[in-house]
C-alpha cells in the first residue's frame, strides 16, 4: 500500500506550532503557556491549532514522541556490539556518537523539555530508549553474569541512569565538549570506570 502523501501547508504549519512550543518552553513552565500562547507565537490562528491538535498535551505528547523515535532509530542504525570493534580503542563506538549527535541537532527541544522543564513523560521514555540501548551493550560484551561485579539488572539501572544525568549535564554545561568527545568518555566510563589504575591496588 503506497505511502499517503502529506499536505504540505498541514506539515508546514505543525512544525511552526511545534517550533513555536518548544521557545515557549524554554521561556516558561509548561503550566503557564496557553494554546492562545502557541498560535500567536506560530503566527497561526487558534482555530487552526485545533486542526491538528486536541489541546496542548496533545502537542507535547506528539513532539516527544517525534523527537524520540527518531533518537531510537538512529542509534539502532549504529549500534552493532558483535564484530570485530575493539572498545578499549581511543575511538568512540558510532552508537554513542550518534546519541549525542541526536541531542545536540535537537538542542532546543532537550534543553526546553529535559532541562529547564523536566517534563515526566520525556524522561521516561528518554529512560526507555537508554535501558535498551545500554542492555543490548552490556549483555553483547559480557552475556556471563559470572564476569560482572555486580546483579546484571542492577548494573543497567546504575549506567542507564549515569547516562541520563551526563546527558543533562552536557545541555547545561553549553555543549562544550564535541559529540564525540562526549562519547568516548562517556564509553570510557561505562567500560572501564572512572580510574586508570586501581587507587586501592596499592594501598594497605
Not at 491538535?53 to 538512529?74: A, P, S
Request: glycine share 2%; hydrophobic share 40%.
Amino acid at each position: 500500500m503506497p505511502t499517503e502523501k502529506k499536505d504540505p501547508r498541514a506539515v508546514r504549519t505543525q512544525r511552526l506550532l511545534k517550533q513555536a512550543f518548544i521557545e515557549l518552553m524554554e521561556e516558561k513552565k509548561f503550566d503557564q503557556i496557553t494554546v492562545q500562547d502557541i498560535s500567536d507565537r506560530a503566527t497561526v490562528k487558534r482555530v487552526t491549532f485545533y486542526l491538528h491538535y486536541k489541546d496542548k498535551y496533545d502537542l507535547m505528547y506528539q513532539c516527544i514522541d517525534e523527537t524520540l523515535n527518531e533518537l531510537h532509530d538512529k542509534v539502532n542504525e549504529k549500534v552493532s556490539f558483535i564484530g570485530n570493534f575493539d572498545f578499549l580503542d581511543e575511538q568512540p563506538h558510532p552508537s554513542f556518537v550518534q546519541l549525542f549527535h541526536q541531542v545536540s541537532e535537537n538542542y532546543p527541544f532537550y534543553n526546553a523539555l529535559l532541562v529547564k522543564n523536566r517534563i515526566p513523560y520525556l524522561t521516561s521514555r528518554l529512560l526507555e530508549i537508554i535501558h535498551e540501548f545500554v542492555s543490548e551493550g552490556i549483555n553483547q560484551i559480557e552475556p556471563n553474569d559470572e564476569n560482572l561485579t555486580a546483579n546484571r539488572s542492577l548494573i543497567i539501572k546504575y549506567v542507564e541512569s549515569a547516562f541520563l544525568e551526563v546527558i543533562i549535564w552536557w545541555i547545561e554545561s553549553g555543549m562544550h565538549l564535541s559529540e564525540s568527545e562526549m562519547a568516548f568518555q562517556l564509553m570510557n566510563l561505562s567500560i572501564k570506570g572512572p580510574y586508570i589504575h586501581n587507587p586501592l591496588k596499592n594501598k594497605s
